[in-house]
T-cell receptor, first 116, second 117 residues
Framework: AQSVAQPEDQVNVAEGNPLTVKCTYS??????LFWYVQYPNRGLQFLLK??????LVKGSYGFEAEFNKSQTSFHLKKPSALVSDSALYFC??????????????FGTGTKLQVIP | EAQVTQNPRYLITVTGKKLTVTCSQN?????MSWYRQDPGLGLRQIYY???????DKGDVPEGYKVSRKEKRNFPLILESPSPNQTSLYFC????????????????FGPGTRLTVT
């Protein structure tokens, strides 16, 4: 069965410092990997994805993530955090192959708090 | 405007009273899905659909039904709601990835907050 782990319930970072939100996954074959953000009382918004190609992917609002196949990780990063980045972040995986099941599995979420 | 709409946005009901939450998308997406969000559990997939008349169970399908008679609509049906189905529900849609068929990034609806008493 596929799974996603976000080991930190909350990450605190000072404004202007780099931030990392961790994600590891387990899935058969070559995965599609995603990060989504949820602001308070809002739906989820897509941030970035890895499908194939360059392991470093860039997304919205200055975020990027690195796909590491050997460590089965897809950590979210940003060089300089903003207070407005404070939100709940979800990592997700889908099997990324034709046929068969196409479940999408989300992690439990990491609350990012950027301190002014 | 490309969007996923859900109705109702808020619903309070009683145990055993059948209800339907509607979901519609205007992006011609093949893939549609329902999730529930509960504190500490993240989003858990209830059902998904790869196309019209093609649906499959997610991780928490018990107590729910879905149908996909038209490409744009994917209603979620609770035949006999129970208090443990009190949750925040999201509908989402996406295109499928070329020859490989994987689900691309999803577009989410605004959510439906359901309370079952």
């Amino acid at each position: 069965a596929q799974s996603v782990a976000q080991p930190e319930d909350q990450v605190n970072v000072a404004e202007g410092n780099p931030l990392t939100v961790k994600c590891t996954y387990s899935v058969s074959g070559n995965p599609y990997l995603f990060w989504y953000v949820q602001y308070p009382n809002r739906g989820l918004q897509f941030l970035l994805k890895y499908i194939t190609g360059d392991n470093l992917v860039k997304g919205s609002y200055g975020f990027e993530a690195e796909f590491n196949k050997s460590q089965t990780s897809f950590h979210l990063k940003k060089p300089s955090a903003l207070v407005s980045d404070s939100a709940l972040y979800f990592c997700a995986v889908s099997p990324g192959r034709a046929g068969g099941y196409q479940k999408v599995t989300f992690g439990t979420g990491t609350k990012l708090q950027v301190i002014p | 405007e490309a969007q996923v709409t859900q109705n109702p946005r808020y619903l309070i009901t009683v145990t055993g009273k059948k209800l339907t939450v509607t979901c519609s998308q205007n992006m011609n997406h093949e893939y549609m899905s329902w999730y529930r969000q509960d504190p500490g559990l993240g989003l858990r997939q209830i059902y998904y659909s790869m196309n019209v008349e093609v649906t499959d169970k997610g991780d928490v399908p018990e107590g729910y039904k879905v149908s996909r008679k038209e490409k744009r609509n994917f209603p979620l049906i609770l035949e006999s709601p129970s208090p443990n189905q009190t949750s925040l529900y999201f509908c989402a849609s996406s295109s499928l990835g070329g020859a490989w068929g994987g689900s691309y990034e999803q577009y989410f609806g605004p959510g439906t907050r359901l309370t079952v008493t």
